[in-house]
């Protein structure tokens, strides 16, 4: 597991504050230390009791004073929750997405909510979508609720992101002492490909076997770790969503297909950032 620091964005939201418990719960469980990041361009939240006059809301002002409270108030709490785990807290006048990505150079994990503070509530906050997608580390999207006992699950595909992505979750499988569940869903195929055997949802030992060969490497490399593999023909979304049901942490790529892959954030990644039962790793083929 990398060893370096685990950097949590924190904007006092309900999501934030479930990023951050996850955060000190991996560091405790790694030895790593925990940095919580809180960045703003104009202020972003203010306690329910908090009343003042224009002026005071301004960087500088009384406001900037109450955040510093309220981020020392969590991080004694998350220091009495979590003793032997290292941590501060740093306030930047950033955009939020922006000062996330330029810390995750030094990082081993960025870890968010799945929203932040927004109008529209129930929609995936642009920071998670932008980290995500950028980060030069694997990123963290907490969502849903786990179970210790449950698997970790890893979504395999044919780009170079598959053995990252494989290898990210047989670590995090590992120090949770968990299984792993490692799925290759193939597209259904239609059009003048309807009478080959994928139409009939069944895949050839060609179309499988650099998928095996993926499985075997991750057997050889996490000798005590129970692996369970699946190929099957559905669509990917579809397939690890309802995995993420069962599952305690979902690890998936970070890009999709076409001119602009290099840009964007994968469709089956981006689904799952809205629709998993449980979080999201997004790892990106890059790291290490």
Known sequence: MNAKKIVVGYDHSDDARAATVWAFDEA???????????????????????????????????????????????????????PTVPAEVVTLHAHPAQALLDRSSDAGLVVVGSRGHSAVAGL?????????????????????????TAPVVAGADDSADAW?????????????????????????????????????RAVTDEERRP??????????????????????VAHPAAVLTTASTTAQLLVVGSRGRGALRSLLLGSVSQHLLRHSACTVAVVHAAQP
Not at 128 to 144: E, K, M, N, Q
């Open 211 to 232: 998928f095996d060969e993926l499985v075997d490497q991750c057997r050889t490399e996490f000798t005590a770790l129970h692996i369970q593999s699946e190929a099957v």
């Open 124 to 148: 995936l906050g642009s920071v998670s979508v932008a980290i995500s997608a950028h980060a030069r580390c694997p990123v963290v999207v907490v969502r849903g609720s786990t179970t210790a």
């Open 28 to 82: 405790a469980r790694t030895g790593v230390p925990v940095e919580i990041v809180y960045a703003h361009e104009l202020p972003g939240w203010l306690p329910s009791d908090y009343v003042k006059t224009a002026p005071d809301v301004w960087p500088g002002g009384d406001w900037e004073r109450t955040v510093a409270t309220a981020l020392d108030t969590l991080l004694t709490q998350a220091k009495q929750t979590h």
């Open 164 to 200: 990252p992505v494989v290898r990210f979750a047989a670590q995090q499988a590992a120090s949770r002492e968990a299984p792993l569940r490692i799925i290759r869903a193939w597209r259904p195929v239609i059009g003048l490909w309807e009478d080959t055997p994928l139409v009939t």
